[in-house]
């Protein structure tokens, strides 16, 4: 990889997912200095078949090689949908040639990530569990969970809903709103599901397929690659599922949200290795404007700044998102203001992740078109207007609270103002 010159900036990324390894790889690329820390001693990633859309691609396109392995990991973008009994609805293709969509499976996109950040030579230190973060005017901190603390210019919390940057950041600890759903997942090799007679018959000789079978207070997704399986069941929440991606449910608790249901949905939970998976509570978040530290130096990347449900679909492309508009506001803003550089982000960044998302949108230019300007409102207050979310529709924080209320009054929570999807 060729890298743009040397910015000085040092960073610390707190968090080895995929917000924190597409910005580690990024910032190498832009000439800032990087080393990731991550809590897990072995490294892994958890959920199904997901989807990048083409803001999250523009960027990657930069690193040799990257994109050419992500195309043979990839699967077709077409989606099957089906009712619960197994009748077929409809397929449809996501994505279109000049704005592409790209299916795969989530551990072996974080694979990819993992492997291409080693192969730069980025620092990845694992078992490194952060306890807390802190700052001074020139450095962003942590403390470790054995008391040892850890500097740099900046600091990335990509560390997901759990992090304990909250503290320095906003100050208080959002408390989430349970949606009364949770969701079962599963992931394994596609050989274990395969070798199942039922299962092999009902995907016959087809190695790439991402389905959705959707019943009464459910739904439930299917996808193969070439090498892995996955499955996930949205479900009324009895209290039994928790936001941990490390506790292990078993599986069979699944039946009895699919009692009726297509047989073929009986047979994938049957396969599963172990008959262990996990049951992950489904909760809002209200949108948070503030992801920066007052003083700039600690900043919040992906799920801890604004998480999404699994089953949104598009909060792997807005953690890529994230990775490169920062990493680009960071070379902008150079070593001396690299704290106003994060404000920017923070700022070019909080209008577009609150609603539905431009296709068309590259974060990465964005950044570098807009910075200047959002850094004199920052500083001098002059007039500056974010055009990265949707047309015609003026921007305003909300908060899932205020959107239940309406939904339990039967009033509409779609606005139709502006020109979306575009």
């Known amino acids: ?29 832009q000439g800032h200095s990087v080393k990731v ?7 892994g990633d958890y959920g199904e078949i997901f989807f990048i859309q083409s803001p999250g691609l523009h960027t990657p396109s930069k690193w040799p090689g990257f994109l050419k392995r992500l195309n043979k990991s990839a699967i077709s973008a077409e989606f099957q949908f089906f009712k619960f009994s197994g009748e077929k609805l409809f397929g449809t293709k996501l994505g279109n040639p000049q704005l ?95 070798k199942h007679p039922a299962i092999a018959e009902f995907f016959k000789d087809k190695r790439e397929w991402t389905s959705l079978h959707i019943g009464p207070g459910a739904h439930f ?64 978040r209200d949108p948070q404007p503030k992801w920066v530290s007052d003083g700039g130096r600690v900043v919040q990347c992906g799920d801890s700044a604004h998480s999404f449900l699994p089953s949104s679909g598009f909060g792997a492309t807005t953690a890529l998102e994230d990775a490169f508009s920062l990493a680009a506001c960071l070379k902008m803003s150079g070593k001396e203001s690299a704290a ?21 949108h590259d974060p990465e230019q964005y950044a570098y078109d807009n910075y200047e300007a959002c850094a004199a409102h920052l500083l001098h207050g002059k007039e500056f207007k974010n055009t990265n979310t949707v047309p015609g529709f003026p921007f305003k924080l909300w908060t899932v609270q205020e959107l239940l209320d309406k939904s339990d009054k039967g009033e509409s929570i779609d606005d139709d103002e502006g020109d979306w999807y575009s």
């Not at 060729?2 to 690329?29: M, N, P, Q």
């Not at 820390?37 to 490294?43: A, G, Q, S, Y």
């Not at 599986?251 to 009986?266: D, T």
Request: proline content about 3%; some cysteine.
């Open 100 to 194: 592409p969509t790209i299916s795969v499976s989530r551990r072996e996109f974080y694979l990819l990530l993992l492997n291409y950040a080693t192969e730069l030579g980025i620092s990845i230190e694992t078992g490194q569990e952060v306890n807390d973060f802190f700052e001074t005017k020139e450095l962003g901190g942590v403390v470790l969970t054995d008391g040892s603390k850890l500097t740099a210019d900046i600091v990335v919390a990509a560390d997901g809903v759990g992090s304990k940057s909250w503290g320095l950041v906003t100050g208080t600890k959002e408390k989430p709103i349970s949606s009364g759903f949770a969701l079962y997942r599963a992931s394994y090799r596609a050989e274990e599901a395969l």
């Open 37 to 43: 820390l991550e809590k897990r001693i072995d490294p």
């Open 1 to 29: 990889m060729e890298r743009l010159s040397d910015t000085g900036i040092s960073i610390l990324v707190v968090g080895a997912g995929i917000a924190g390894l597409a910005f580690a790889i990024e910032s190498h690329r």
């Open 221 to 284: 997704f299917t996808g193969l690659s070439p090498t892995e399986f996955c499955w996930g069941l949205t479900h009324r929440d009895e209290d039994a599922a928790v936001e941990d991606w490390n506790r292990i449910a078993d599986s069979r608790g699944a039946f009895k949200y699919v009692e009726g249901w297509a047989p073929i949905v009986h047979e994938v939970i049957k396969s599963t290795p172990n008959n262990q998976a996990t049951d992950w509570k489904l909760r809002f």
């Open 340 to 360: 106003l550089g994060t404000k920017v982000h923070n700022k070019l960044r909080i209008a577009r992740f609150t609603r539905s998302w431009l296709l068309k």
